[in-house]
């Protein structure tokens, strides 16, 4: 519970249930403190801060007037779900949120029986409340499906996807446009909320559908414009026509925060009878707290901060991020070759090209919320001769992958593909973590793949994959800070598919890619030290394989372990295929992949999640004496 806060409505309420016993007068007043209380929780945790306080007067609205849980209220992202979290029962839990074993920072079903779906990625809700609906039309259910979506998600194509369809069935859907970037169609103040109000209500939509009867019996012609006259009429002076076009009964734009004009209209859309519903609400980020209204972006997440000066806390970094690594080394290659650009898929700081934008503004394109499109865009630039670096998270690059297949693996196009966020995340939980693009591009012909160690490595892959022209490449770093090696002028061309060898040895080999070289070696010193000699390398290219030295340390050494931070069916596979189809197996080698479990792993620092799944240096060692037998490492502890 906040000790900060003066909050007596919202000490009142625990489940919407309870909100929904208060009159709607007090509601501004719940709304207040809802606000000041996501404040002050947040300034003491960290995390996502403006999405949810742009939201807050439409979640007491939500809530106030649909019956959740059994209406279902969705939220796209779910990063701006924290006000939805307080009202539903979690409020002395968000002390906890972020961290190990305590909330998720996303909607999440296992979390709550308010949490209908869960999210972590941009543009879902409304394909999963259409699914919800009819679901709910198939099992004869009267129930409403309420998805919101906002903050940027309406500019992915499932999005447009989902109403396209939604508008052919007809469903009875209600989606909530949280415009809290750039409005489609400015308010106009009282006259445009006093339009939405009017277009929602019974009385409108009555004589609506009566004129929609009546002129179903005009020849076609007639009824076509007919049509159009009233859609335009009410786009003249609402907007929304291409949501009519999608089939969708368009409200709006309305205050977002402003309770008298969002009760009634909900109020309106509730009551409606078939087909699905826009509502079109203009709130803005960061509503309420000075700093974050002044810059949304740096307050859409946010570390633990000072209320009174909002100056957040920052842990002070002994080597510099891999993201700025990246960013300065690009820039750098860029200085030497004007055929390089660079995409993001709307999340230019986050990938460090807020930086190259601001040097090479003419060469930098943020596509939106839209991997798919920024993957082929990407294809299209380099068909024409241009080098184009498209920096995207692991975990969005998953969105993009039938274009990395179809349109740019097997035109063998040079698109470069810088993977930020590889491996584990901490706060931000599985939906996140970079688990799986090794086992997704290595399987593809002719894609070169490689893993930084650290951030003189990343420099390194930035310059090789700036000058590769022959065929797909890509690279993978973590997030956070690198290690604090010493750092070249300039990055150096890496030979294709050539390892580097940290540490001789003659019994055990310890092949790790990424970011797990530290705790290798740290593994060796300790095996070494019971008189096992070990071998240890920094694999840098999963694809193409070092051939030539794997082939060699299975031939010299007794036992070999690979290590990676990612999904089984990735780099150990890789090594593992090549040692079977090539009988190097057959000798008796005791070969030990170590990978991320065969699961999910849950939020927590990074350094917890990486023990959990066991890629930490005492889980190599503990692999390596398994690989030896009980006997062995008896007689070695000897």
């Given at each position: 519970?906040?000790?900060?806060?003066?909050?007596?409505?919202?000490?009142?309420?625990?489940?919407?249930?309870?909100?929904?016993?208060?009159?709607?007068?007090?509601?501004?007043?719940?709304?207040?403190?809802?606000?000041?209380?996501?404040?002050?929780?947040?300034?003491?945790?960290?995390?996502?801060?403006?999405?949810?306080?742009?939201?807050?007067?439409?979640?007491?609205?939500?809530?106030?007037?649909?019956?959740?849980?059994?209406?279902?209220?969705?939220?796209?992202?779910?990063?701006?779900?924290?006000?939805?979290?307080?009202?539903?029962?979690?409020?002395?839990?968000?002390?906890?949120?972020?961290?190990?074993?305590?909330?998720?920072?996303?909607?999440?079903?296992?979390?709550?029986?308010?949490?209908?779906?869960?999210?972590?990625?941009?543009?879902?809700?409304?394909?999963?409340?259409?699914?919800?609906?009819?679901?709910?039309?198939?099992?004869?259910?009267?129930?409403?499906?309420?998805?919101?979506?906002?903050?940027?998600?309406?500019?992915?194509?499932?999005?447009?996807?989902?109403?396209?369809?939604?508008?052919?069935?007809?469903?009875?859907?209600?989606?909530?446009?949280?415009?809290?970037?750039?409005?489609?169609?400015?308010?106009?103040?009282?006259?445009?909320?006093?339009?939405?109000?009017?277009?929602?209500?019974?009385?409108?939509?009555?004589?609506?559908?009566?004129?929609?009867?009546?002129?179903?019996?005009?020849?076609?012609?007639?009824?076509?414009?007919?049509?159009?006259?009233?859609?335009?009429?009410?786009?003249?002076?609402?907007?929304?026509?291409?949501?009519?076009?999608?089939?969708?009964?368009?409200?709006?734009?309305?205050?977002?925060?402003?309770?008298?004009?969002?009760?009634?209209?909900?109020?309106?859309?509730?009551?409606?009878?078939?087909?699905?519903?826009?509502?079109?609400?203009?709130?803005?980020?960061?509503?309420?707290?000075?700093?974050?209204?002044?810059?949304?972006?740096?307050?859409?997440?946010?570390?633990?901060?000072?209320?009174?000066?909002?100056?957040?806390?920052?842990?002070?970094?002994?080597?510099?991020?891999?993201?700025?690594?990246?960013?300065?080394?690009?820039?750098?290659?860029?200085?030497?070759?004007?055929?390089?650009?660079?995409?993001?898929?709307?999340?230019?700081?986050?990938?460090?090209?807020?930086k190259f934008g601001a040097r090479f503004p003419d060469r930098t394109f943020d596509v939106g919320i839209a991997e798919?499109?920024?993957?082929?865009?990407?294809?299209?630039?380099?068909?024409?001769?241009?080098?184009?670096?498209?920096?995207?998270?692991?975990?969005?690059?998953?969105?993009?992958?039938?274009?990395?297949?179809?349109?740019?693996?097997?035109?063998?196009?040079?698109?470069?593909?810088?993977?930020?966020?590889?491996?584990?995340?901490?706060?931000?939980?599985?939906?996140?973590?970079?688990?799986?693009?090794?086992?997704?591009?290595?399987?593809?012909?002719?894609?070169?793949?490689?893993?930084?160690?650290?951030?003189?490595?990343?420099?390194?892959?930035?310059?090789?994959?700036?000058?590769?022209?022959?065929?797909?490449?890509?690279?993978?770093?973590?997030?956070?800070?690198?290690?604090?090696?010493?750092?070249?002028?300039?990055?150096?061309?890496?030979?294709?598919?050539?390892?580097?060898?940290?540490?001789?040895?003659?019994?055990?080999?310890?092949?790790?890619?990424?970011?797990?070289?530290?705790?290798?070696?740290?593994?060796?010193?300790?095996?070494?030290?019971?008189?096992?000699?070990?071998?240890?390398?920094?694999?840098?290219?999963?694809?193409?394989?070092?051939?030539?030295?794997?082939?060699?340390?299975?031939?010299?050494?007794?036992?070999?372990?690979?290590?990676?931070?990612?999904?089984?069916?990735?780099?150990?596979?890789?090594?593992?295929?090549?040692?079977?189809?090539?009988?190097?197996?057959?000798?008796?080698?005791?070969?030990?992949?170590?990978?991320?479990?065969?699961?999910?792993?849950?939020?927590?620092?990074?350094?917890?999640?990486?023990?959990?799944?066991?890629?930490?240096?005492?889980?190599?060692?503990?692999?390596?004496?398994?690989?030896?037998?009980?006997?062995?490492?008896?007689?070695?502890?000897?």
């Amino acid at each position: 519970m906040a000790e900060t806060t003066n909050t007596p409505l919202l000490d009142q309420v625990r489940f919407p249930e309870d909100l929904r016993g208060l009159d709607e007068e007090q509601l501004p007043q719940l709304a207040d403190e809802l606000r000041s209380d996501l404040i002050d929780q947040i300034s003491r945790t960290g995390g996502h801060l403006g999405a949810g306080l742009g939201v807050v007067e439409l979640t007491v609205a939500l809530h106030y007037v649909f019956d959740t849980p059994r209406d279902r209220l969705i939220w796209d992202v779910s990063h701006q779900a924290y006000p939805h979290k307080i009202l539903t029962g979690r409020r002395e839990l968000m002390k906890t949120i972020r961290q190990e074993g305590g909330l998720s920072g996303f909607a999440k079903r296992a979390e709550s029986e308010y949490d209908p779906f869960g999210a972590g990625h941009s543009s879902t809700s409304i394909s999963a409340g259409l699914g919800m609906a009819i679901a709910r039309d198939l099992s004869e259910g009267s129930n409403k499906v309420v998805a919101v979506i906002g903050d940027g998600a309406m500019s992915a194509g499932m999005a447009y996807e989902a109403m396209n369809n939604a508008g052919a069935l007809d469903a009875r859907l209600i989606v909530i446009l949280n415009d809290n970037d750039m409005s489609i169609a400015p308010p106009t103040g009282a006259m445009s909320s006093y339009l939405a109000r009017l277009v929602s209500g019974k009385t409108y939509r009555s004589l609506r559908d009566r004129a929609k009867n009546i002129t179903k019996h005009l020849p076609a012609p007639f009824r076509e414009g007919a049509r159009r006259t009233e859609e335009y009429t009410r786009a003249f002076f609402t907007g929304g026509t291409l949501f009519e076009e999608l089939g969708f009964y368009y409200v709006g734009p309305i205050d977002g925060h402003d309770l008298t004009h969002l009760l009634p209209i909900l109020k309106n859309v509730r009551d409606a009878g078939a087909g699905p519903i826009l509502v079109h609400v203009v709130t803005k980020k960061g509503k309420g707290y000075e700093p974050a209204e002044s810059s949304a972006d740096k307050y859409h997440g946010v570390s633990k901060f000072d209320v009174i000066t909002g100056a957040q806390s920052k842990s002070k970094a002994n080597a510099p991020s891999y993201t700025g690594v990246f960013a300065e080394s690009l820039i750098q290659e860029a200085e030497h070759d004007d055929r390089i650009v660079a995409v993001n898929a709307a999340m230019p700081a986050g990938t460090g090209l807020d930086k190259f934008g601001a040097r090479f503004p003419d060469r930098t394109f943020d596509v939106g919320i839209a991997e798919q499109h920024a993957v082929t865009f990407c294809a299209g630039l380099a068909s024409e001769g241009y080098r184009p670096f498209a920096a995207i998270y692991s975990t969005f690059l998953q969105r993009g992958y039938d274009q990395v297949v179809h349109d740019v693996a097997i035109q063998n196009l040079p698109v470069r593909f810088a993977i930020d966020r590889a491996g584990f995340v901490g706060a931000d939980g599985p939906t996140h973590a970079g688990s799986f693009d090794v086992g997704f591009l290595a399987s593809l012909p002719g894609m070169v793949l490689m893993a930084a160690s650290d951030e003189a490595e990343l420099k390194h892959m930035v310059r090789t994959a700036a000058a590769f022209d022959e065929g797909p490449i890509a690279f993978r770093y973590p997030r956070g800070n690198g290690v604090g090696v010493e750092m070249p002028s300039r990055g150096e061309m890496l030979e294709i598919g050539r390892a580097r060898v940290m540490k001789e040895g003659s019994k055990v080999a310890i092949l790790s890619l990424g970011t797990r070289l530290a705790d290798a070696m740290a593994a060796a010193r300790e095996l070494d030290s019971f008189g096992l000699s070990t071998t240890v390398v920094d694999a840098r290219f999963v694809k193409p394989l070092d051939t030539a030295l794997i082939g060699r340390l299975a031939r010299e050494h007794e036992v070999l372990v690979t290590v990676e931070e990612g999904a089984v069916g990735g780099f150990g596979s890789q090594v593992m295929q090549f040692l079977a189809m090539t009988g190097l197996l057959d000798r008796g080698l005791k070969v030990r992949p170590i990978a991320m479990p065969d699961r999910f792993v849950n939020h927590a620092s990074p350094e917890a999640m990486i023990r959990e799944a066991g890629l930490d240096t005492k889980a190599i060692v503990d692999t390596v004496f398994r690989a030896l037998g009980e006997e062995a490492k008896r007689q070695l502890q000897a």
